[in-house]
């Protein structure tokens, strides 16, 4: 069903005082056509919503939800076997059915997207200036070289950007990721557009930067009459910075709502289903699952790791940590991009070259032992990445992706292979039938649930997890790690987990490891770091951590800014 708009609060309360909408999308409905014989896939059904100046509109939901198609449909983006239908109106003019040209000075003009990721959205071979100046000059063509150059300082600036004239100079690979996402918020910017499509613009940054991000948002919102579509499955971070909240699912708009009455009491059984499934700090309390053994899983002793970068200048990425995992423990490492926490990962599988200090890993020291020993310590360590749509052969079934490392390592043929395949993806909860699926048949909590399987394949002893769920929206975060909970359990692997989530720490791990500038600042029990951290930068990231409540938010926000 269509829930129509609900009136803001801080709005007049009757429909003739109330201003008219910058964005109006009225029974907005998209269709995209398969094969021939294959019914049509209704993406969006009748979607309808306002969307005022000044405005943060959130729109959440599942993938697969319509929310990010819905978006693209109001700026023609959609490819061409989507047929979209009903009313987009921007102001006066009717965006559905607008011809190319007409919709092109639209975008960036009027209306401007922030994508999610802005590795992929920058071009790596120009400027951060170029970039800049070249998007000014497109929609300003009467813009000079020079007043281009004084505009692309301005924008710099505006994000807050540190020493924007420097800048200009820097490629995209020459920043920070939040840098990065601050410089495609000012390209957006450039021609002062009056709506802002932010569409998952904080998902690949770490608490501590997206936290800045946000704030870089809400006074741009304060500066300017921008409104902001903001396409997010981080309730923490809808309760940050929206206004009201639209939920959509299969399609349709399930509800919509003032952001405080949509935590409070949330009208649609899917919205509080959607909130339930949110982790919270401080909302689970367990012992430790620590075997205290002798001999543990995982043993770093006084590591360090350096490499040289294109200046030639030597960077050390961890140094000098000591960390040890026992069986049976799940141990995660948290901290910013950059901290080392993903080279200490790759240390433990073997990845990245030690320049001193020891790992052994399950009793075999990595670097010091015979290559055939190195080699048999491997099988015993399984693994599970971020993105299970990169780390899974997209030319291998499930079957045969669960199954390579029973074939290579355990030397199971035939039906012996099939029936282990089988078995594991039962122990996923997927369907024994999917193994002759391909990845891309598949979603990605589905997909996550593969690689769990295949690490899971050769019954490791240590099993390292960097950033499982991450891409994952709640609902299926949710479902991913109670099912990774249930299988550590069962099995009693010990597990790094490395992870910037603090909440989805405080679900899992029985002791948490703070890294920071690759040191390991901080190291304990889940609940003494979770909740009476000792050191400044722990500190830090539980301050930044976004929480699903808007009251609580907007006092924390009001302490970081009185400080």
Avoid at 153 to 169: F, H, I, N, Y
Avoid at 370 to 385: D, K, L, M, Y
Wanted: charged letters at 25%; one cysteine or more; aromatic letters at 4%.
């Amino acid at each position: 069903m269509t829930t129509e708009p609900t009136p803001a609060p801080a709005r007049a309360a009757t429909a003739a005082a109330e201003p008219a909408p910058v964005l109006s999308l009225r029974d907005l409905t998209v269709t995209f056509r398969v094969d021939r014989g294959t019914p049509d896939v209704h993406a969006v059904r009748g979607v309808s919503f306002d969307l005022h100046a000044g405005e943060v509109l959130a729109v959440v939901g599942e993938s697969g939800s319509g929310k990010s198609v819905s978006s693209l449909a109001v700026l023609g983006l959609l490819p061409g076997t989507a047929r979209v239908s009903g009313s987009a109106r921007l102001g006066d003019l009717e965006l559905v059915g607008l011809d190319d040209r007409a919709l092109s000075d639209v975008r960036g003009r009027r209306v401007a997207m922030i994508f999610q990721d802005p590795s992929n959205a920058l071009d790596p071979v120009f400027t951060i200036g170029f970039q800049l100046r070249e998007t000014l000059r497109r929609h300003l063509p009467g813009l000079s070289r020079a007043d281009a150059r004084a505009r692309a300082v301005e924008l710099l600036r505006m994000v807050e950007l540190p020493d924007p004239e420097d800048r200009l100079a820097f490629y995209p690979h020459q920043l920070s990721g939040g840098q990065a996402q601050r410089v495609m918020i000012a390209m957006a910017l450039a021609c002062d557009p009056e709506v802002l499509i932010a569409d998952e613009p904080t998902t690949a940054l770490d608490v501590t930067v997206q936290a800045e991000v946000l704030d870089v948002l809400r006074r741009l919102r304060a500066r300017t009459s921008a409104a902001i579509v903001l396409i997010t499955h981080d309730m923490g971070v809808v309760a940050d910075l929206a206004d009201r909240v639209v939920v959509m699912r299969h399609g349709e708009v399930v509800e919509t709502a003032d952001v405080a009455d949509l935590f409070d009491a949330p009208a649609a059984d899917y919205t509080r289903t959607l909130l339930s499934a949110v982790p919270r700090i401080g909302a689970d309390e367990r012992p430790s699952a620590a075997d205290a053994a002798e001999r543990p899983a995982l043993n770093v002793e006084h590591l360090v790791v350096e490499y040289r970068n294109r200046r030639g200048r030597v960077v050390r990425a961890v140094d000098d940590v000591t960390l040890r995992v026992q069986p049976g423990e799940m141990v995660a490492l948290v901290g910013e991009s950059g901290s080392g926490k993903s080279t200490l990962g790759r240390c433990a599988l073997g990845l990245a070259p030690l320049t001193s200090g020891t790992v052994e890993v399950v009793g075999t020291r990595l670097g010091r032992d015979t290559p055939r020993a190195v080699r048999a310590a491997r099988t015993r360590i399984g693994v599970v990445f971020q993105n299970p749509a990169a780390s899974l052969n997209p030319r291998y079934t499930v079957g045969e992706s669960v199954g390579e490392p029973l074939r290579v390592h355990a030397g199971l043929r035939r039906g012996a292979l099939a029936a282990r395949v089988a078995e594991l993806l039962d122990g996923v909860e997927l369907p024994a039938a999917w193994a002759s699926r391909y990845p891309h048949e598949l979603s990605g909590g589905q997909r996550q649930r593969v690689s769990i399987a295949r690490a899971i394949a050769l019954d490791p002893e240590l099993l390292i997890a960097d950033e499982p769920t991450s891409a994952l929206d709640v609902s299926v975060q949710a479902t991913v790690l109670e099912l990774f909970r249930s299988i550590q359990q069962r099995l009693r692997f010990a597990c790094l987990f490395i992870s910037h989530d603090l909440a989805v720490v405080d679900e899992l791990a029985d002791r948490v490891a703070v890294m920071h500038r690759g040191r390991l600042v901080e190291v304990g029990e889940r609940s003494r770091v979770l909740r009476a951290p000792e050191h400044d930068y722990t500190r830090r990231l539980l301050d930044a951590a976004p929480v699903p409540d808007p009251a609580a938010q907007a006092e924390r926000r009001a302490v970081r800014a009185a400080v």
